[in-house]
């Protein structure tokens, strides 16, 4: 008996390409259309499993429906010289009337109930023009928010309606906010230069209030050691005095 064809239409038929860089995940889609009027079970196979997460990677397919699924490569480092030898086949079989388990259904299946396709994975790096476009469709995508700042203001203006008109009572209310807010932060900082003055005055007058007491201090022994020495002096002058007179009478 000969094999059984796929009865699954396979989008891509016989290629999955992935396109990179291959720095991060690299994603793309398979699609399985079941054109018949039974259900059909599938179940995705890889020859290389560590490399690919596939989401669903097994399932029921009713008549007439289609099946979306994504096939994830993991980031590797690409040579280009490299031919990927990366395959995938899909596996399909009739659903039995009241299938519940799916595993015993694929383990007790005969090899000519199933049927098969393959398929070979296919890498690609972005052309110039790609990159081109990719560039293009950035440069076209609105900025929103271009010119951030912190602050209240900043919130303001972006709240601020682009088509309203002057005499609009929100537009008069948000302008007049504006203007309060503008108004605070002006005195607030005012104030913030005032108190960086006080402070810069109050450490110079400490300054000048350790250097006075240290003055004073000098002077206080200086003071004392003059007067200590006075007496002294006073001593050695009488004693000369003394020694004068003695030596005249005894003369």
């Known amino acids: 008996m000969s094999k059984l064809e796929q009865v699954l239409i396979l989008d891509p038929p016989v290629d999955l390409k992935f396109k990179g860089p291959f720095t991060d995940v690299v994603t793309t889609n398979l699609k399985l259309k079941n054109p018949s009027d039974r259900r059909v079970c599938f179940k995705v196979k890889t020859t ?122 929100e537009m008069k209310r948000v302008m007049t906010e504006c203007k309060r807010l503008q108004n605070e932060m002006s005195k607030m900082a005012e104030e913030n230069v005032k108190l960086k003055d006080d402070g810069v005055r109050m450490r110079k007058a400490a300054r000048s209030d350790h250097m006075t007491s240290n003055s004073s201090a000098l002077l206080g022994r200086e003071s004392s050691s003059s007067t200590t020495s006075l007496p002294s002096l006073l001593v050695v002058i009488a004693a000369i005095f003394i020694g004068f007179f003695l030596g005249k009478f005894i003369l």
């Open 48 to 169: 290389a499993p560590r490399r690919y997460c596939v989401r669903p990677n097994s399932g029921v397919i009713e008549p007439g429906a289609t099946v979306t699924i994504s096939v994830m490569l993991q980031p590797f480092d690409y040579d280009p010289n490299e031919k990927s030898k990366h395959k995938f086949m899909v596996q399909t079989i009739f659903a039995p009337a009241n299938v519940t388990d799916m595993d015993a259904l694929w383990k007790d299946a005969k090899p000519d109930d199933l049927m098969d396709s393959k398929l070979r994975c296919v890498f690609e790096l972005p052309s110039e023009n790609d990159k081109v476009n990719d560039v293009e469709d950035i440069k076209a995508t609105p900025v929103l928010n271009s010119a951030k700042s912190d602050g209240p203001l900043s919130s303001m203006a972006a709240a601020k309606p682009s088509g309203g008109a002057p005499d609009d009572p």
